[in-house]
């Protein structure tokens, strides 16, 4: 079991097998877990040590083509990545994946904590760091380099880096959102502490406490905001259960819901009634199972869900030249009503001079989350030379959006996500890979 709940590892090594002269990238992680091990005890389960994805392979065979799936599977699970960062790193195309797949989970698109910790190990050739890497924390600080340092200098240095780990670690398990369990009566409340019990012991916070009381509504409704999910518990005379299973059908985002209908419990009238009420909403339903059978779906749940960002702090923007901003407005709106996020576009309309106009464009780029490049009738030129800021910058999702007419010079040649409206006005299935992106899935 990781430290931070959800992921499959704690840390991923990502390194070049051409560094490991005299065994130093070995010693280094050696050191380096043992000493994290040491000093992070994970107290759910205190015989679980941290774990550290370490590719040891690759140094024995000299290449990852064999286990690529292996190594794509642990990149796409770890909290937080750690490169060795040195020429051959840079030039690797398998490291370069590595980066690529750690990249493609929700917590490091969403920000947050940053999910990177940068290890200088030889001095570089001139090749810049790739984008994602440059807002990282980089050990050790200053123009020191640990593949130029006594193996006693850097068996210090990966203590040294431990602790870093260790708090940025501890940070990460703290922002892991909680899971809120419902009111439960009768046999429900022996399910409820199941749940409770399981949910703690691998490492997840629950809300509200054991013996709370659910009658303040604004109470109960800001605890949902803040969950990656809620569970409801429905039989035993449960009748304080139904306002807060409305209230979680409000508060949550679709299928973050979940209604366990517990085995050998009747549901009230009023509870059949609800839920008939509300079959068009999308929740989950579990009935008659068993409560390991519940905990087994329910943590594949948590597990997705890892890290909730609250949509209406996740800003998109949408950015134009000015002669594309109906079209541009229109997508956006798209994008807000179909992945329920704040969005956001150029407020060209309410400029009144070109600067304005241009403060209007920076603040599209600078205040997004996300980012959506619309192009329909602009000079190519143009649009590239007012993008410029926005690819040096981290986004967690950003893409072309192509409408007509595609004759415009530039359409052609675009790399990266690229969307084409084929239709007449917009629409969610040409807009589908960048709304997957943001999360959103179809029902």
């Known amino acids: 079991m990781p430290y931070v709940p959800g992921f499959e590892n704690d840390l991923f090594i990502s390194y070049a097998s051409l560094d490991n002269d005299d065994n130093a990238v070995v010693e280094f992680v050696q050191t380096l877990e043992k000493h994290l091990s040491d000093n992070l005890v994970n107290f759910s389960s205190p015989k679980e040590k ?27 699970s770890c909290a937080i990545l750690v490169p060795l960062i040195s020429p051959n790193y840079l030039s690797s195309d398998m490291c370069g994946n590595e980066r690529r797949w750690f990249c493609s989970q929700p917590h490091v698109r969403r920000g947050g904590i940053n999910p990177f910790a940068v290890v200088g190990w030889r001095a570089g050739d001139g090749t810049p760091l790739p984008p994602e890497l440059k807002g990282a924390q980089r050990h050790p600080p200053g123009v020191v380099w640990l593949a130029a340092l006594s193996p006693e200098e850097r068996k210090a240095s990966a203590q040294s880096f431990a602790l870093k780990l260790r708090d940025a670690l501890q940070r990460m398990r703290a922002s892991v959102n909680a899971v809120f369990l419902g009111p439960a009566a009768g046999g429900t409340d022996l399910m409820k502490a199941y749940l409770r019990d399981e949910l703690e012991k691998a490492g997840y916070r629950v809300v509200p406490e054991a013996k709370y009381l659910y009658e303040d509504e604004d109470q109960v409704r800001e605890l949902l905001r803040t969950t990656l999910l809620a569970v409801h518990f429905s039989g035993g005379g ?44 999308q929740h989950h339903i579990l009935r008659d199972k068993e409560n390991q059978q519940v905990w087994a779906f329910l943590e594949s749940e948590v597990r997705t869900a890892r890290f909730r960002v609250d949509p209406e702090r996740e800003r998109v923007g949408v950015a134009c030249h000015e002669i594309d901003l109906p079209g541009a407005k229109a997508v956006a709106g798209l ?40 192009w329909a009738m602009a000079d190519e030129r143009s649009l590239r030379e007012r993008l410029k800021p926005a690819f040096v910058r981290q986004y967690a999702v950003m893409g072309w959006y192509l409408a007509p007419p ?14 084409r409206q084929e239709r007449e006005n917009a629409d969610v299935a040409t807009l589908s890979r960048f709304l997957e992106r943001l999360g959103w899935r179809p029902d």
Request: glycine fraction near 4%; proline fraction near 5%.
């Open 406 to 419: 595609f004759d415009v010079p530039g359409k052609d040649n675009l790399d990266g996500l690229v969307m």
């Open 50 to 76: 941290v774990k550290v994805y370490f590719d040891v392979k690759r140094l024995q065979e000299k290449t990852a083509i064999s286990w690529e799936e292996d190594l794509r599977t642990a990149a796409a």
């Open 238 to 281: 449960n009748a304080d259960a139904i306002p807060v299973m409305a209230w979680s059908l409000d508060c949550l985002p679709d299928k973050k819901t979940m209604f366990v209908l517990v085995g050998g419990l009747k549901p009230s009238p009023d509870e059949e009634d609800f839920l008939n009420e509300n079959a068009e909403r």
């Open 335 to 374: 994008i807000r009503d179909t992945a329920r996020v704040s969005t956001n576009w150029p407020r060209f309309d309410a400029a009144s001079s070109t600067a304005e106009k241009l403060k209007a464009f920076r603040q599209t780029i600078t205040e997004s989350d996300s980012l959506l490049f619309y």
